[in-house]
């Protein structure tokens, strides 16, 4: 009947992973509609840690559908590890993950091509997680890259020596040294396996769905602030990472969309390099780090951490019409007396709240409002302190948007549905 779209509306790690977890019991499928490995969604589920590259966060609800679309990139090794996983935790794959045909696939060589163009940056390096992501979205507009559905066509092997090549004499200007053999062999290894697998054409299977009156959640990955059009470029990832690229990602009419469900965490953070206002470089900064155990899921990065900003927070709910907000990590704050929020930029000396063409090349400085802080509080889904709920309808008013959830731990059990609470009717 209905797609819903969930989406971060920072610059990624907003607890995606845990909340489509939550949700889906709520529909039908579960559906990434675009990333690659170089997303983690990390479930913990029983006092169990699981981190989720490409596999959509439903996988561990049963009897739910979990569709890989068309606008995610697939890197063979990294899905069959995951898959691997799963099997061993008695997951009937058979019956619940499924995978877009036109998906396209990460080689071996895209991953070179990664690390060595990265390399070469030097001091004006990106943070690219190396997974092959850009070059493998660069094949795709290029109209060079190999399918999913690819791997049914009996000259599948040609095909790949044909891209291959072309990627050996690209990497022949870098001074980068590889070896393919060890990598390749693994890589069609997994090739097999992913054969193997429900490929389906991914736009007929998702509408199908709908048709049956049925609701689909679409998936997102990385964060808003990280769109290749919207965000802090050329700081961003390889894609569309805001709620229309749902469409394109999974082939669905925009008809089709209902909420946007968008996440933000209490404060900010930021993995790998590229602007950020309200970046702490202080004991503060290393405070929230600790606390909130603020490393990469995928890279183990550890995060760069600041306070909450709102010019940036209105920007990506504008762009992507989010409707539904959702509040994570709000216990990691707990050890502040005074909080700060940023409400506007100072640009020139004048006072601004739209972001800036090129946040890279503008100079801000963020202009902070202090809010009382519940340091010392026990966070539970029974009691929220006053102090939280006074940040939570300081955030509702400054955004116009209501607060649907709130984490207040990693638990499933930790999220608490504030449209059931009077205090927020």
């Given at each position: 009947?209905?797609?819903?779209?969930?989406?971060?509306?920072?610059?990624?790690?907003?607890?995606?992973?845990?909340?489509?977890?939550?949700?889906?019991?709520?529909?039908?499928?579960?559906?990434?509609?675009?990333?690659?490995?170089?997303?983690?969604?990390?479930?913990?589920?029983?006092?169990?840690?699981?981190?989720?590259?490409?596999?959509?966060?439903?996988?561990?609800?049963?009897?739910?559908?979990?569709?890989?679309?068309?606008?995610?990139?697939?890197?063979?090794?990294?899905?069959?590890?995951?898959?691997?996983?799963?099997?061993?935790?008695?997951?009937?794959?058979?019956?619940?993950?499924?995978?877009?045909?036109?998906?396209?696939?990460?080689?071996?060589?895209?991953?070179?091509?990664?690390?060595?163009?990265?390399?070469?940056?030097?001091?004006?390096?990106?943070?690219?997680?190396?997974?092959?992501?850009?070059?493998?979205?660069?094949?795709?507009?290029?109209?060079?890259?190999?399918?999913?559905?690819?791997?049914?066509?009996?000259?599948?092997?040609?095909?790949?020596?044909?891209?291959?090549?072309?990627?050996?004499?690209?990497?022949?200007?870098?001074?980068?040294?590889?070896?393919?053999?060890?990598?390749?062999?693994?890589?069609?290894?997994?090739?097999?396996?992913?054969?193997?697998?429900?490929?389906?054409?991914g736009e007929y299977f998702?509408?199908?769905?709908?048709?049956?009156?049925?609701?689909?959640?679409?998936?997102?990955?990385?964060?808003?602030?990280?769109?290749?059009?919207?965000?802090?470029?050329?700081?961003?990832?390889?894609?569309?990472?805001?709620?229309?690229?749902?469409?394109?990602?999974?082939?669905?009419?925009?008809?089709?969309?209902?909420?946007?469900?968008?996440?933000?965490?209490?404060y900010c953070t930021r993995?790998?390099?590229?602007?950020?206002?309200?970046?702490?470089?202080?004991?503060?900064?290393?405070?929230?780090?600790?606390?909130?155990?603020?490393?990469?899921?995928?890279?183990?990065?550890?995060?760069?951490?600041?306070?909450?900003?709102?010019?940036?927070?209105?920007?990506?709910?504008?762009?992507?019409?989010?409707?539904?907000?959702?509040?994570?990590?709000?216990?990691?704050?707990?050890?502040?007396?005074?909080?700060?929020?940023?409400?506007?930029?100072?640009?020139?000396?004048?006072?601004?709240?739209?972001?800036?063409?090129?946040?890279?090349?503008?100079?801000?400085?963020?202009?902070?409002?202090?809010?009382?802080?519940?340091?010392?509080?026990?966070?539970?889904?029974?009691?929220?302190?006053?102090?939280?709920?006074?940040?939570?309808?300081?955030?509702?008013?400054?955004?116009?948007?209501?607060?649907?959830?709130?984490?207040?731990?990693?638990?499933?059990?930790?999220?608490?549905?504030?449209?059931?609470?009077?205090?927020?009717?």
């Amino acid at each position: 009947m209905a797609v819903d779209v969930l989406i971060g509306l920072q610059w990624g790690d907003e607890g995606k992973g845990k909340i489509v977890d939550y949700l889906a019991p709520r529909y039908s499928m579960i559906a990434r509609f675009q990333g690659g490995p170089n997303a983690g969604h990390t479930l913990k589920i029983d006092g169990q840690k699981f981190v989720l590259h490409t596999v959509p966060s439903g996988i561990f609800n049963e009897g739910m559908l979990n569709l890989i679309g068309n606008g995610v990139v697939i890197d063979p090794i990294t899905l069959n590890a995951e898959l691997s996983k799963l099997n061993a935790l008695g997951i009937a794959l058979d019956k619940s993950l499924f995978i877009a045909r036109k998906a396209h696939l990460i080689l071996p060589t895209h991953r070179m091509l990664d690390a060595a163009s990265e390399s070469a940056k030097g001091a004006g390096k990106i943070g690219s997680t190396l997974k092959g992501i850009g070059p493998t979205y660069m094949d795709k507009t290029g109209r060079n890259g190999l399918r999913i559905g690819d791997l049914e066509h009996p000259d599948f092997k040609k095909q790949y020596q044909i891209l291959k090549e072309k990627h050996l004499r690209l990497l022949e200007q870098y001074q980068f040294d590889y070896n393919l053999d060890e990598i390749e062999t693994e890589w069609f290894n997994c090739i097999e396996l992913i054969r193997k697998q429900n490929l389906v054409n991914g736009e007929y299977f998702i509408n199908s769905i709908l048709q049956r009156g049925e609701h689909v959640l679409a998936e997102g990955a990385q964060g808003s602030m990280l769109d290749i059009d919207f965000g802090t470029y050329p700081f961003v990832t390889s894609s569309n990472t805001m709620a229309a690229a749902a469409c394109t990602g999974l082939g669905v009419a925009p008809t089709k969309i209902r909420d946007v469900y968008g996440i933000s965490k209490a404060y900010c953070t930021r993995v790998g390099s590229g602007p950020f206002p309200t970046e702490l470089f202080d004991d503060t900064g290393e405070r929230i780090r600790k606390e909130g155990a603020e490393f990469g899921a995928t890279t183990g990065r550890p995060r760069r951490c600041g306070w909450l900003d709102l010019p940036a927070l209105n920007y990506t709910i504008m762009l992507s019409g989010t409707n539904r907000l959702i509040i994570t990590k709000a216990d990691v704050l707990s050890i502040f007396d005074q909080i700060q929020v940023c409400n506007a930029y100072n640009i020139n000396g004048v006072s601004v709240t739209e972001m800036p063409y090129d946040l890279c090349t503008t100079r801000v400085t963020p202009e902070y409002e202090s809010v009382k802080g519940w340091a010392g509080t026990t966070l539970n889904v029974n009691e929220i302190p006053d102090a939280l709920i006074s940040y939570l309808k300081y955030i509702e008013n400054k955004t116009g948007v209501k607060i649907s959830l709130l984490s207040i731990g990693p638990e499933r059990e930790q999220l608490i549905e504030l449209e059931n609470l009077k205090i927020f009717s």
